[in-house]
Each structure stands twice: as structure tokens, then as C-alpha cells.
């Protein structure tokens, strides 16, 4: 290449640092805290598979009778790397320039903590939801198969992770571990959803729970559908007003059919059934079952 | 961090590996065999692509007079790679206890041999399903521009490969590696399936074909389409039977538009015609179009 | 593994050289030039992000008073880096044999200069599409946020970037960029389409965005979306035209909600509002909004 | 590349394949068992090192109340890794065409597991090792330095373990394990000699230790150290007759300056000291100093 | 592998844990610092030889116009890397248990400024030293290739960094970088000797230069040469005093050829010539020739 | 850190890039070729060996009846790997500033041709170093224990490779390859020697064999033995002249013990014997043995 072309490069370097133009998309931080991790993330959910589901991922040698060994260091090492993100986390929201950045280092712990001692109920669910998995799907030979390759537990797996964050109040987080399933699986399970044991999500891509959904147990689901908000008030300035109640209540033993949309604040009654591609917006009776009319001409 | 907060770690090390509480996500295999490898999966696809798609893949050599080393070094290389994972599906499922693993040895290798025999076949399929891209999509350039960058090729390749390994009676690869393509592309496509030549997947996300279905020659199909079960009978306890035939049948040069529902074991008449976002659950005859009505108020 | 078996490899190997076998699916490429590198083009989209949103992506130090030089260093290396890369797309279409490759080195650092140069302007509209997610998403709390951690950011990135480069007329390089964004996100955006300003896709697995769209100012879109060809004609040999205008218009402050299908060349008018799962094929005057009916039985 | 230019390739791949042009370098081993791992070995000693120097080496949380976990789940990790290496030594040397490979898993296995409890053993003569170094170097200022940073521990952790293999009759491998060291210092210390406690190698570089050397408690050697073989007896056909005992024996307290050379089954008496560069190839007395004359004209 | 068999690693790993036998090798640091990185040692070794020779080392692009750009990021880089592990030496041998380690941090920034403003003048030995390599071997055919490939100039980046290092009194670190260089070269120069410009040192393996050695310009050392104290005064618990003077001062235009060993305060005069192997303990006269005597039988 | 500290680094760097300071230490190419690759040269070694002892070195799998295949994609591999390293260490000597490089293409092709070609001489060699090993060291027990872990064969495989690339007037790459092997090894062979088959260097560390050198067959040399040169004559401005014949010369069937110095142009007759650490600067007659006096007080 010809190096008097690269002259160039100075200007365009020049245009594109000036302060102008970095303004609006430039991160300066307050606390000279690196950005939380995404790399690191996927490892702390990597290690957090291998404690939930000891023998299907990790180690070989997890199989063994000092499985003890490796659920211990693996907590331990889950302490150190959680709480550095957890506390960056705080610092990508924080803006009091004046304060010690060590306030947030023992918080960041204490929360690491907490969570760390929900892992026994996450794996609770989470064996309900492979039974759930094992159960609804004819196409599956064990349990085990949905443990170690649907797509229904990965994407549960990062939901009940990221929703004990997020009832912890750490910023930032959740959500990078929810989008980490949703480019995985293609299911986007809001962290601030509330979903009951025994949930199984088949096939998934397309899936959207919503942030203020709430969803009972053993409960189906099946690929492209969305639990969403119908409208959302604005406020003065014509912005949504974030944080507000806005999407479904399901109640347990529903089964939602592919590409089925559910808007809005509405119930949807136990054991009720909803069939595929239908639209939703009002409330439907438990044990009722909607189904598309035939609309092929 | 503070040392002493770490003690809370082996309370909750020895409660996470209780038995009691591992016994429902604990995979204790029979003959200390480990895990399939998702990771040796990823790097055994990607040497088939390289086998069945010379120059496109892998090594830059390979376009070169000598070819027939690079193929048959992959090849060998394949078979050894292949046949532990092979051998590793069947440890997974395996229940016999009294029995000596090398059973499974010889039993894998030969399996994985006739598997590979299958290669030209493989390749001689995919081949048509590259020009069905090139002939179907108006935005292609060249057949090479669909190898090299379409997501139904990635799709189909896996399936194609997961297909051949589920006729040979192997447990769990096959899944693994159509799970491979669906997280990549967002199409699943079950390996149990059966694709004829000369098919194409546009856009493909949400696409969901499942384990029992057929489907023809010259086949186009778009992004959200879902050939799935309408219901599966239940036993007597309830579950679902495993197995049972359930999913349509679509015949030679038929087009099914995006997000259209096809469910249950009906039968999509050859040339048929199927319109977007329709649902779809009796049968439909040769040569017909079906469009949904213009729903909108 | 007994090595006797080994000796099919051998004819295996042979047939899968053969001329014939080979013919349809080898890459037998004019000017030696290895295939373009996905692995590199995907470095280059990460070195693109750290100089499009300094301080997010990249070196921790970048958020210092050294910005310029990390600009400066990852612009010259973008300029080697793409050059190649654009260089590859030109030789993989290229079917001059007597043509020296040299012409190609010097157009090809012609147009990544060109390219570069539009970085400022791509900076300055995806300032304006984060700004748009964290005013259309109730469930976000910066636009730190959103640049960080959302897919419509990830796409509409490599969107902007691949439409860039496609308007210089690189081929292939583009179609890569963007099956990249669509794998990793699920939306599909084709660099040939044309989006205005503040644009926000929430959720967006398996928005799919057709090659002759043109999209207005600050328009919302959610996932399942599709802006598609409705048919295409066909030439004398039964084949689609390539490269025909087939997709829809829309305008200004649109908003299309989830799973809704909009197909062939219509006209979508400034500030419609697009219902979910709605089936248009016709246009749709400006300010009005079209529901679907609700077809539950 | 000219492509022509290419088809020399094939001819001399046939002569560098075919059978007496292979015979003298071809290892075709007896039950397709693959090569001992360098790699693997490698990774084997620093786990061993984590295991033996807490703290220092492996991961941070090492020094956390948590130790035992971590210790836990190397000595799991290792019994795995190293059985495999171990018999991976076994069938290296193995001429039993008949035999079952299984024979030697389970020997391997036993062993791994002999050599894993003299661990502690191990750590013990490293420590007195490393309090050598300290007292031996006026340049060090703690002991932790030298174990952290000097040659003479690593080699000397090396040799330690390779001699407890030896001494379990496990072939090959802990020729490895001491050429990894030897690679990595420029010390030399076959795994058959016999080093006791407080051993320091200062500098070391071209220190060479022989195979049938003993040498006793708090003995200090300099770099360019040679305790050789004087010669060894031919047998029958001119060749060395290998194993016999032709290397020093050096008693306790004894200090061995830079580039002395020291030869032959002699005796090096205890608390001698050994001027630089001196030749020996008779006995030393106890408490006796060698010096070189002054030489220079 | 028989898990029966595993239950023993219970019992040792409880043995390699207990208190008793971990004190004497267990680094348990004061402040929860991690200890310092060889492998990023490594990298800022790497890095700074980028700086330092731009062109030779780092990235292809930094031949061009922008080398400013390189320079400015690595060094802002170097800032960040180098200042961290300074401030993990100081905690190394830290013990004061109740101070705040945000002391360090400052202090290790600001002994990493003042470093970093040592490098023109590094470079600026470093270009002397290469010119001398090229003058001093007739087998050199360019300085480039001396600055590329020969270990004297390696062996003295890293000498000349950490002697940098080492006035500024760090602990540590200089030392481990040394080792990085004695590890590959062969050569072990204590970061705390002086040495003049123009220096070379041929061949290398083997060289050891003393903590308190101070050595002209233009010398030149060929393998094997030992500049090492000759006796250390013991303090009364007869262990060696630490820092004391015991090494040799050789003045401007020395050459010292293989083998050599000079011990001692000694004085080695400006343009003397010492002979291969031959061991000196006595001032030497600038000027003369000091040679061995033929000491052939 | 303090952001604000870092201001200085705009400076620093401005220092460092200026055209004074940077004019001794630059490398600015004429071609825009960029340096060779180290690792690029350690990745074609280690597929020369996998080529040169096939089974001990690269595939598992090349033990089996497919090695042919291996050998051939490896050498075709090598082709293209070796040729780029050729032309660049052609480039960096190249002055001509208006010749097209494409000159250098094609020579570096043929070059690597007429390399490649020479592989079946050396791995005749190398068969004959490795049995020599086996003779020559008691505690070796078998042929392929000293090609799979003995630094000889490692040293003399590099310095047989460099020796045919020199032979070719390849710049800089053999050197390249040659140090690899030094500081592997601690034996340095320059590529312009010539040795004679059946070569052992034992232990090895410090062995310095220089430019000028021949050595015979059937000659075993010990750890720290120098082959050097023992002057150079100076041109008019006093700088050694490049290229004279000044190193020794050494029969068939020589044995040199460790640490003897053997310096200028001198002949060792066949079958003599150097005693270790003697100083030799005159011919030795064939037959004879040269010890050290004994020379301890």
C-alpha cells in the first residue's frame, strides 16, 4: 500500500477524537473503572453451569467422588469474578465524583454473596425445568438430553441468574447476561420477569417476556412468542415513562402455541391454552382454550 | 475482599454437593466416560465444510493441484475425531453396567466409517440446495456468494451431516449438532426430518421443521415458518408418547411464505403455494395457493 | 482403533477429489487470493465499535486523555485490515485471468480510504439510533445502556457500516458484515437498504429488512418484523431478476409492531402505526393505523 | 502462487510416504496409542506447582480460606491428566502385540496415584530448597522471591517430581518433565541422580547432573557445573552398556563453584568446596578446598 | 479410571492443606493483591521492544506515516499495564497490615511516569548496542538483523528496562524480567549491574554479569564469561550480608572472551583482553592480554 | 489512576516519534513488506518435523495408513508458509526502491521448491544423529527417545533445515531458524556450518559452532564446547571484515568433552579426543587425546 496515502489518516483521527464529535457516544467514566465484561460474563455463567449441573459441564473429573472439591473452588472463583462485575456495574451508573470508589468493593462482595447462596434454589428450579423440558417434548430420550442440549436450559439458566441479580438491585448485569441467551437461543427473557417452576420454552427463537411479566408454574412455550407491552404512557416530554406495570399475568399450566402475541397488562387464566399466532389483548378465562379462526380463504 | 467473608463458601460448598441436592442434576456416568464435546463438535463441522466444499473452507492451499491430500488428511482426521464422539453419545445413554466400554469402540468406528461413505451423497445434496439459493433469492450473485455467506446453507449442511448420523442410530451428536446451526442461524431444523434436494431457507430465523416431518424436491421456504405437531397423544400417565408420526408432509416445488403455520400430519400437495403468517392444519391440495385474507380493519 | 479399517479412506479420499464430484461445489479461484477471512472482518466490526463508541468497546485506557492516539492506531490498522479484506471480495468475483491483481490493490485502498472517511458521519447516526432505543424502551435506563448491551445497536452497526460499503460498490465484504450482525442478533438487515436517523429495533429476533427498502427518520420496529418482496418476476428461463425494486417505502416516525409482514414495493406513510402480526400488501396512508381484527374465535 | 508449480508437490509427497525412505523415523506404535503430550506435561507441572507453592502460583483465590477446594480439585485434575501421560509412557515403550491395552490403565492409574502422595513430601524438600536459595544468594531479599522468580526452584520442582516417577519405573515421561526444565534454565538434572534437601543452583545455565549421581544435604552448585561421566564401558559390539553406575557422589555442605567439572564415580568429600573451572576426576577429601592454580601467563 | 480409587485424594488433599505443612511454602499476602504476572511481564516487554524499535517489533502498520499514533497508545498502554504490576511487587513484600494499599497505587503510577521517561534514553544505549553487535560479529550482514535476531540485544532490552526499573526501586519486577531474558537467552544480567554503552555480548549462553558489577562502553563479552563476586562476608549468624560489593568493574574497550571467569572487587582496565577459560581473581592492567597458558599434556 | 497524570504521555510520545530519535532504531521498509514472522518460522518448523518424523511430531492419526495424505497437505502447506517467509527475508534486504517486488515472488517460490526437495537428504541425516544419540548416551533407551525429547535432534534439526536454506542464499531466515534452537536448547549452531551425519551433542547447553566450521561425521560434542573463531582480521577502518574462513575444522569420528574451547582455523584429525575444558588454538593430529593437565593445587 502506498504510504502517502495513509497521510489521511492523521486528519480523520483528528475529526474523530475532537470533543464534538465524541460527545455524545464517548463513555468517560468517573471512576477510571473499566467497562463490566462480556468476555468475562460468559465465563462466570460457564462456571456458574458447571455448579448447577455438576458431571454435564466443567470438568470430566466433576464426575468423581470429590465432586465437593470443584463445586468449592468453583464458588470461590465465582466470588472473586462476580464481584468485580457486580461492582462495575454500580460504577457504569455512578455519578458522584467525589466519593471513594472502596464504598462500592465491599458492597459489590456482600451482594456477590447473597447471590451465591440462592445458587441451591436456582438449581431447584432449574431441575424442574429440565423434568418440564423431558415432559413436554416427544422428540426428547431423557432428561439428561435437555440438560446438556436445549436451548429451552440455557436460556432459563442466564434468566434465573440474571432475575437473582436484579432482585439484588446490580445494575447493568442482568441484562448482559439475559442478551447473552437471546444471541445464543434467540429467546429474550427480560430479567425483571417473574417466571414459576418447571417452565419449558420450545425451540424458542422469537421469544419475548417483558420486563413486568409474571408467569406460574409448568407452564409451555413455544418459539415466537411474545408476552409484550401494548402501549406504554408518556410522559410530559412525550417519553415513556419507564418502570411501569405493562405486560401479561400467565397463570399455571398454560400452554402459549408458536408465533402467539399477548399485549398489555391482561390474565391469562390456569390451564388455559392459547393457540398459535393469535392476538391477544384482553383476558382470557382459565381453562379456555383460543384458537386462530381458519382464515385461509 | 475480605478474607473472612470467603468462610460463608464451604457452608455452601457442602450444601451445593449433597447428595440430596445433586441427585436430580448430578449426571453420574456408568463408565467414566466423558461428556460429548460441543467444542470437538464445532471443529468437526467445520472439517466436513471443508471436506464437502473445497476452497470455500478451510485451508487456502486447498484450491490447490493437490487437493486430494488436504481431503484425505480431513477425512482421517475425521474419523478419528468423529468416532470418540460417536462412542461418547452412546456412553451417555448407556445403562449397562456389567459392560466392558470396548464394545462401544469397535461399534463407534464402524458406524463412523459408514458415515463418512455418505460424504459424496452429502455433497452431491448440498450442491443442489446451493443453486436453489442462487435461483431464489433476486439479491444472490453467484452460487459461491450462497456457500460462502448464507445462512441456509450453514442450516442445511448440519442438518444434512445430523441426519445421516440419526439414521446410523447415533445418540445425542445429531441433536448437539443441529442445536449447532439453529443458536448460529436461528433455524431448527430436527435431524429425524427429511429434506429433498434443491431446498432453500431465506432469512430462515424462526424456522422450526420437526422430527417426523417430509418434505420434497425444490422446496423454498422463508424466515418464521413452523412445520410443527398440531398435538401428540399422551399415555397413560399423561406424558407424551415419544416417536409417534406428527408432523405434515410437503411435496416437490411448494413455497412456503414467512411466519406461515403448518401443523399435524397433513399433507401440502406438490407446487402448493402456502401465503405469509397463514395457519395451516388440514391438508392442501397440489398445485393450490393459500393466502391468508387481508385481515386488516 | 484398528488401522486395517483405515484403508477406505484411502478410495473415500479419491472419490471426493475426483473432478466430477468435485466440479459443482470447489472454489477454484482465478489469482490465487485466499477467500475473504470472517474471523478477520469480524475483528474489523470490533475495532470499528471501539473507534464508532470510544470508551465502550476496546482498551480500558481509551476512556483517557490519549483517545487520539488509540484512534489514530486503530483507524491505520482498519485501513490495512479492510483493504485486504475488500481486496478478497473483489478477487472472489473476479473472472478477468489476464489481468494482473495488482489493479485491485490500489482500488481496493482506494475505497477503504473512502470509507474511513464516512466514519464520522456513521458516528454521528448511531448516536441518534441509541438515543432512539433509550427513548422507545421503557426498560432501559441510559443510553450507556443501550450502546452496550442492545441488539439493535449490534445490528444496525454493521448495518450502516456494510451499507457504506456496499454504496462503493465491494462485493461480498458487505453481505458478510450483515450475516454476521444477523446471526449474533437474529435481525437480518440487507446493506443494500436504506434507514434514516434514529432508528430502534427492540427485541428484533427475526426482523428481516429486504435489500430496496428505504426506511424514514426515527422509526420503531419490533422483533418478527418483515419488510419484504411480495414476488418477483421471473426472466425467460424461469429465473428471479436480480436486482429489481421489490420491497417497501416507509416514512418518517413509523411504528411496525411485532410478527407484522409488510410485502412488495408499498408505501407505508410518515407517522402509520403498524399493528402486530398484521399482513399488508398494499399502501398505507400517512397517520393512520391498521390493527389486526381480532380473529379469536 | 503459480499453480503449476504446485504439482511437484505430489512426487515428493510419494517419496518422503513411501516405506524405506519412513522405515528409520516412523513411530508406528503397537495399540494406537498417541504420543505422550509435551503440552499436556507441561500443564501437568504447573498444576503441580500450584499444588506444591499455594499462593504463588495458579489461581489468586488461592490464598483465600478456600485452599483446600483448590488443592481438591488439582490433585482430582492431576490423578486424570498424569494417569493418561503415564500410560501414554508405557505403550510408547510397549512391544506386546497380543496384549490388551487395558493392562496398563489400570497400572497407570495405580501409580499416578503412588507418585500424587509423596506430594507433601515433595513440598518438603522444595522448602528446604528454597530457604537454601535465600541463604545461598546475597542478591535475594526474601524467600518468596525465590520461589517466585529463580531458576534453581523450578528446576529443582522438575527434577523432584520426575525423580519420584522414575523411582516408580514410569518410562519417558520424566525424561520430559526434567528436558522442560532443562529447556526453560539451562540445568540439566537427570531424573535418575539423587539430590538431597537444601539443594541451590545459582544461575545455572550448562549445569549438567548425571544419571547415577548422588548428592547430599545443603550443597551449592554454580552455573556451568559439570558432575559427568568420565567414560563408560563398551559392550560386545562397541556400544556403551547402558545404566551402570559412572557418575560423582558429593557428600554433605559441599559448595561447587562456576565451571568446574567433576567426572567419574569419584567421591567429593563433605564440606569440600570446589574452586571455578577446576577439573576432577579423583577424590576429594572431606572439609578440603580445590582451587584452579592461576593459569594466566 | 476406577472412582473407588479416587477417595484417597479426600484424605491427601486434607493433608496438603493443613496449616503444618502449607506455612513454610503458603504466600498468603497481606492486602489480597494478586502476585505479579510473568505472562504480563511478558507482554510489557513485548510491547516496549515495539517502542523501542519501531518497525522491527509490534504491528506491520507501524512503518507508516502514523507511527505516532503506535507510540502514543502503546506507551499510554505501558502506563496502565506496567503500573499495576509495579504496585503488585510493592505489596509482594509488603507488611504493613494496617495500611491502606491506595498508597501504593499513586506511588507505583508515578514510578511508572518517571520510568517511561527514560525511554529516548534507552533507545538511545539500545542503538549502540546494536551498532556494536554489527561491528563486533563478521557473521552479522546488517544492524537490522542484529536488532531482529541476536540474543545480546534481547538479553539487553530487557537488562536495560529493568536496571531502569530497579534504580527507581521497585521490587521484584526487575528481577523477573531479567529471568525473562536469562530463560531465553542463555544470558543472566542482575538488573542491578551498570553497564556502558556499546555493549555486546556474543553467543550469550552462559554469561552471568553480578548485581554490583559495573562494566564500560564498548565492551565486548563472549559465552560462558562469568562476572561473579568471589567470597560474601557472613554475618554473625553466618548467613551472607545482602547488597554488599563483590563483583568486578571492567572499564571501556574490554573484550572478554569464552569461558572466562573473573571473581571479585576486581578492576579490569580500559582496552584489556581476557583470554577464553581463563579464571582471574586480580586487577588486570589496562591494556594488557590475559591469556591462558597452553595447558595441553 | 489520575487521568490528569496522563498528559505526559503526549509529550513522551511526541519525543519518541520524532525522526531523530527514531532514525537508528527504525525499520522502514521499501516495499511495505512486513518483517518476518517468528511465529510463523516456529509454526513451519514444527510442521517440518511432523514431515521429517512422521508419528512422533503433529497428527495422532499420522501413525496410521493415511500418512501419505498428511505428508503431502503438510508439504503443500510448507510450500506456501515458506515461500511467504522467503520473499520477506528477501525484502528486508532488498534496497532496490524501484523494482516491482513481484521479482521476489516467483524466486522465493522456487527457492522453497528446491528446499522442499532436499527433505528426504535431511531426514536421512537426522536418522543418523538419532542413532548416534542412542549410541553415544548409556542412559537413553532407545532411538525414539532421543527424537522425541533430546535438545540434539531439536538443535540439529533447526541447524539442517537453516544449512540448505543458507545454501540457497536465503537472507535472515536461517539465522531465524537457528536462534529458535538456541534458545530452546542453549546450543548455538550457525547455519553456514557444515556437519557431517551421525552428529550427538549431549546436554548441550553452551555449545557454540561457528560460521566457517566443518565437522565430520560421527562426531560427539559435549555441553559448553566452543568452535569459535580466534581472531578476525580488521579492514582499514578497523571493523572485522564479513565472511573469512577463521573457525576449525574437525574430522570423522572426533569426540569433544564438555567445555573445551577449540578456536581459529585448526584441524582435529580424525578420531582424536578433546579432553573437557582444554583450550586448544593449534592442530591436533588424527588419533590423539588432548586432556587438561591436572591443574588443582
Given at each position: 500500500m502506498n504510504n502517502e496515502n495513509r497521510y489521511f489518516i492523521k486528519e480523520l483521527a483528528s475529526t474523530l477524537a475532537t470533543h464534538e464529535v465524541l460527545s455524545s457516544l464517548y463513555h468517560q467514566d468517573v471512576h477510571s473503572t473499566p467497562m463490566p465484561s462480556v468476555e468475562k460474563l460468559k465465563l462466570i455463567v460457564s462456571k456458574l453451569r458447571a455448579v448447577l449441573f455438576p458431571g454435564y459441564f466443567?470438568?470430566?473429573?466433576?464426575?468423581?467422588?470429590?465432586?465437593e472439591f470443584y463445586i468449592g473452588s468453583l464458588v470461590d472463583e465465582l466470588y472473586e469474578l462476580l464481584s468485580i462485575q457486580i461492582q462495575r456495574g454500580f460504577c457504569f451508573i455512578c455519578?458522584?465524583?467525589?466519593?471513594?470508589c472502596r464504598v462500592c468493593d465491599d458492597k459489590s462482595a456482600d451482594i456477590c454473596r447473597e447471590f451465591l447462596q440462592k445458587l441451591p434454589a436456582i438449581r431447584h428450579l432449574l431441575a424442574t425445568d429440565a423434568m418440564a423440558g423431558y415432559e413436554g417434548d416427544?422428540?426428547?430420550?431423557?432428561v439428561g438430553e435437555i440438560i446438556f442440549s436445549y436451548p429451552s436450559i440455557k436460556a432459563l439458566t442466564n434468566y434465573r441468574i440474571a432475575h437473582e441479580l436484579i432482585k439484588l438491585d446490580v445494575p447493568l448485569i442482568p441484562r448482559i447476561i439475559s442478551e447473552l441467551a437471546h444471541s445464543e437461543t434467540g429467546i429474550d427473557i427480560h430479567p425483571g420477569a417473574v417466571i414459576g417452576e418447571s417452565c419449558f420454552i420450545d425451540h424458542g427463537t422469537g421469544v419475548v417476556i417483558g420486563e413486568t411479566c409474571r408467569i406460574g408454574k409448568n407452564v409451555r412455550i413455544y418459539q415466537g412468542v411474545t408476552l409484550g407491552a401494548k402501549s406504554f404512557p408518556l410522559d410530559e416530554n412525550g417519553n415513556p415513562i419507564k418502570g411501569i406495570d405493562r405486560h401479561p399475568k400467565v397463570g399455571n399450566d398454560v400452554i402459549i402455541y408458536a408465533g402467539a402475541t399477548i399485549l398489555g397488562t391482561v390474565m391469562i387464566g390456569d390451564a388455559a391454552e392459547i393457540g398459535g399466532n393469535v392476538w391477544i389483548t384482553r383476558d382470557v378465562p382459565a381453562g379456555s382454550k383460543v384458537r386462530a379462526q381458519s382464515f385461509e380463504k
Amino acid at each position: 500500500m502506498n504510504n502517502e496515502n495513509r497521510y489521511f489518516i492523521k486528519e480523520l483521527a483528528s475529526t474523530l477524537a475532537t470533543h464534538e464529535v465524541l460527545s455524545s457516544l464517548y463513555h468517560q467514566d468517573v471512576h477510571s473503572t473499566p467497562m463490566p465484561s462480556v468476555e468475562k460474563l460468559k465465563l462466570i455463567v460457564s462456571k456458574l453451569r458447571a455448579v448447577l449441573f455438576p458431571g454435564y459441564f466443567g470438568l470430566a473429573s466433576m464426575r468423581s467422588g470429590s465432586v465437593e472439591f470443584y463445586i468449592g473452588s468453583l464458588v470461590d472463583e465465582l466470588y472473586e469474578l462476580l464481584s468485580i462485575q457486580i461492582q462495575r456495574g454500580f460504577c457504569f451508573i455512578c455519578n458522584e465524583r467525589n466519593e471513594q470508589c472502596r464504598v462500592c468493593d465491599d458492597k459489590s462482595a456482600d451482594i456477590c454473596r447473597e447471590f451465591l447462596q440462592k445458587l441451591p434454589a436456582i438449581r431447584h428450579l432449574l431441575a424442574t425445568d429440565a423434568m418440564a423440558g423431558y415432559e413436554g417434548d416427544p422428540a426428547s430420550f431423557s432428561v439428561g438430553e435437555i440438560i446438556f442440549s436445549y436451548p429451552s436450559i440455557k436460556a432459563l439458566t442466564n434468566y434465573r441468574i440474571a432475575h437473582e441479580l436484579i432482585k439484588l438491585d446490580v445494575p447493568l448485569i442482568p441484562r448482559i447476561i439475559s442478551e447473552l441467551a437471546h444471541s445464543e437461543t434467540g429467546i429474550d427473557i427480560h430479567p425483571g420477569a417473574v417466571i414459576g417452576e418447571s417452565c419449558f420454552i420450545d425451540h424458542g427463537t422469537g421469544v419475548v417476556i417483558g420486563e413486568t411479566c409474571r408467569i406460574g408454574k409448568n407452564v409451555r412455550i413455544y418459539q415466537g412468542v411474545t408476552l409484550g407491552a401494548k402501549s406504554f404512557p408518556l410522559d410530559e416530554n412525550g417519553n415513556p415513562i419507564k418502570g411501569i406495570d405493562r405486560h401479561p399475568k400467565v397463570g399455571n399450566d398454560v400452554i402459549i402455541y408458536a408465533g402467539a402475541t399477548i399485549l398489555g397488562t391482561v390474565m391469562i387464566g390456569d390451564a388455559a391454552e392459547i393457540g398459535g399466532n393469535v392476538w391477544i389483548t384482553r383476558d382470557v378465562p382459565a381453562g379456555s382454550k383460543v384458537r386462530a379462526q381458519s382464515f385461509e380463504k
